[in-house]
């Protein structure tokens, strides 16, 4: 298992998984970071600073950037995956040859696949040729990359099958400035991570519009009346949705300037095409994709989610984002609690 200042693999050079290598550095990891784009591992390398993702963040001399996949997977424990969703399973596909047994693996990659409306760690259990070769968690929480790499306390949690497993991991990433907490509803963890982007879309939406805060709160709130609904049907714990990976997240993206999602709904709401506003973006706005996983996903499950099936339509059936507040506002009236959700919390 993990060795304490030791060595780890972190997968994909974003500006979160720059970040992540960058608390591992701070706490005495000697960390390879495997960077996709060659012209940017040359940058890192010769500069030790991401100018594609975090301009003007100097990166520790214990990061080390490669552009070899395997030379960053083989022979680790400790690898962290960081991906796009949409990339992901490729890319997990290519690290199978080069991995320990008994790897802990950590992904920090917010998305479901939109085929096979997995989460990331299902997409494992999937391509895995034995289940138990390595340990997998998840990262997740209120945490915008620019802020946690310049040491602004943060809270986040992690959260796998095994307590000492994810205790391990917490170990590992806790610093002074970046508190983390275990869970062992993984499952829950996941799809609050993916679903809040698509409800930021909706918030950002909704404040390029015009509308107040008012709006805003409501849609919050009942946005996260449909993560709960969609993850207790799906084995989570509800109060898994009260906590860091839940409404702290919610509350991170559908309001801070930083929120790539709230970026892209505000844009939406003003009128803006989407593939206008997706051409001039270098990151990934993960709710975007996401939205059609849910769309499928909701329909599989038989939940209801109006906010997410009104941002499907938005995004992918070219409805007007006013039109979709309006439809939201005038469906049939009904009681605020999900009875579903209130009894297993009893």
């Not at 919050?220 to 449909?226: H, K, N, Q």
């Not at 506003?277 to 975007?288: D, F, N, Q, S, T």
């Not at 439809?327 to 579903?340: A, F, I, N, Q, S």
Request: with cysteine.
């Amino acid at each position: 298992m993990i060795q304490p200042m030791g060595r780890a693999g972190v997968i994909g050079a974003g500006s979160w998984g720059t970040t992540l290598a960058s608390v591992l550095a701070d706490n005495g990891y000697d960390v390879d970071l495997w960077v996709f784009e060659t012209d940017l591992f040359e940058i890192i390398r010769d500069s030790c600073e991401n100018t594609f993702y975090l301009p003007g963040c100097r990166l520790d001399s214990r990061i080390t950037p490669h552009n070899d996949l395997e030379r960053v997977v083989r022979g680790q424990t400790f690898l962290v995956m960081v991906v796009p969703s949409h990339v992901y399973r490729h890319v997990a596909l290519r690290m199978i040859p080069f991995l320990e047994e008994g790897t802990l693996l950590v992904s920090a990659t917010k998305g479901i696949e939109n085929d096979t409306l997995l989460t990331m760690s299902g997409i494992w259990r999937d391509i895995l040729p034995a289940e138990d070769l390595v340990h997998l968690l998840c990262l997740s929480g209120p945490s915008f990359a620019r802020e946690v790499i310049r040491r602004i306390p943060t809270a986040i949690t992690v959260a796998g099958d095994r307590i000492e497993v994810a205790r391990e991991a917490q170990q590992a990433f806790s610093t002074p400035y970046f508190r983390v907490y275990t869970s062992l509803d993984r499952i829950g963890v996941e799809l609050a991570g993916a679903l809040k982007n698509v409800i930021a879309l909706a918030a950002g939406a909704c404040d390029g519009l015009g509308f107040g805060h008012n709006t805003r709160a409501a849609l919050i709130t009942r946005g996260l009346a449909e993560i709960t609904r969609l993850g207790v049907r799906m084995g989570a714990h509800p109060l898994t949705f009260s906590g860091l990976s839940g409404i702290g997240d919610l509350l991170l993206t559908c309001t801070g300037d930083l929120s790539r999602n709230r970026t892209v709904g505000m844009q939406l709401g003003q009128g803006r095409k989407l593939k206008d506003i997706l051409g001039e973006m270098r990151m990934v706005a993960e709710g975007v994709k996401t939205a059609r996983s849910v769309h499928a996903l909701g329909r599989r499950m038989g939940v209801d989610m109006p906010i997410c099936e009104q941002v499907y339509k938005v995004l992918y059936e070219d409805k007007n984002a006013r039109e979709a507040v309006r439809d939201l506002m005038d469906r049939d009236l009904k009681h605020e609690m999900d009875l579903e959700y209130t009894c297993q919390v009893d």
